[in-house]
């Protein structure tokens, strides 16, 4: 696993900010949280599009339809990709010092095209699996209409940093008699019951994939 | 409540977007979630940058610290703000149908520095106000320096968008009795128990700003 080393994108300014570049803890962040923020620039305007990412080893991934704005634009243009998990509220003592805990990773790069159906299809099989193991082998198979119709694009892993915020406030020593309530407001991703479409085939129980399926 | 315009950058592109421009919706999508990922343009590359936001009738509002790269380059630069609920995850009967539940919002536009002292502890005071109500009173009162080194950016919402996906997987009937469990896996950021600060000055309960707090 190779170690990014900071570029000027990523080397985080600001001692607070807290910034990695552990490909471990990158890692870990992107393999948590499916969706991640895509920015590009569209004739000369940033633009950020939700969208859901998934990791190959030293490379992320990302797909879309052929048709999308997104999607065109994003091929071989430079794009910043962003994954964040929001884990509290912090409240302290003065306005300044509250905050947010959260685990962020910031990708950099150029993005490639996933080129050809056999690949594009290996690719959507392991985000697949990643997420739901067993099911890609369980649907109806895709074609190749639907495989030309997809687009995939993935940067690498080289120029990416996480920044990781976490634990109670951290008020000056002079403010901690103050006296307000001071603390943190955990917050996370939580998955429900799996809700079955009302016109299942018969005799379909709800996978162990979609029950055991967990935002981390 | 003005009703913002399709702009050539807000109009959706493709038909399943289904993308609105209803301030009503615009505005509960915002009011629900604090974290938005700004989208700017830092020597010609896209930047995306999570920070929290707050809605002040029709403006967008959010803050950072005057030493910050993104703070610095947004005053005045075009940007792009978009915040994402996750939903759920959609489990269809073929791959290509699969798809997230989720309710986004991009606002487009220059972004706009809050000037001078009183204004920006107005605005701070109208964003804690919103998220925790009776708690600005209570801090440790803001000081003219921690002003300083605040820097507050506006947005309008007039060039504003919303988009939702929402319920079960839309597979073409001729897929429908595929012998596949199909369905949705609700997913939504919960909000735990507050958790006091170890350092507490004596004698102070959990507020009702911290138990109450919600993601809606």
């Known amino acids: 696993m190779p170690q990014p080393a900071p570029s000027p994108r990523t080397r985080a300014r600001r001692l607070h900010d807290k910034a990695t570049y552990d490909r471990a803890v990158i890692d870990a962040i ?3 949280m499916p969706v991640a923020h895509v920015g590009h620039i569209v004739d000369g305007f940033p633009v950020v599009t939700p969208t859901l990412q ?3 080893g030293d490379r992320i991934y990302w797909h879309g339809s052929s ?3 997104m999607q065109k634009r994003a091929s071989g243009a430079q794009v910043c990709l962003t994954v964040t998990l929001l884990d509290g509220m912090v409240l302290a003592r003065s306005g300044l010092e509250h905050s947010v805990n959260y685990r962020s990773v910031m990708v950099f790069g150029e993005a490639d095209l996933v080129e050809g159906a056999e690949a594009k299809e290996a690719h ?3 985000m697949m699996e990643q997420m739901f193991p067993g099911r890609w082998e369980a649907l109806r198979p895709i074609t ?3 495989l030309k119709a997809t687009r995939i694009l993935s940067l690498p892993l080289s120029e990416a940093s996480a920044k990781i915020s976490a634990g109670p406030p951290s008020d000056p020593p002079e403010d901690r008699p103050w006296p307000v309530w001071a603390g943190v407001i ?3 991703l939580t998955v429900g019951e799996p809700e079955p479409a009302s016109d299942l085939a018969p005799g379909l129980l709800t996978p ?3 029950r055991d399926y967990r935002i981390r």
Do not use: V
Request: glycine share 0%; aromatic share 4%; net charge positive.
């Open 67 to 69: 048709a999308s704005r």
């Open 144 to 146: 190749a209409q639907e």
């Open 30 to 32: 992107l393999d948590a």
């Open 208 to 210: 162990e994939h979609a």
């Open 186 to 188: 955990p917050i996370r």
């Open 124 to 126: 959507l099989r392991r």
């Open 54 to 56: 998934w990791r190959e």
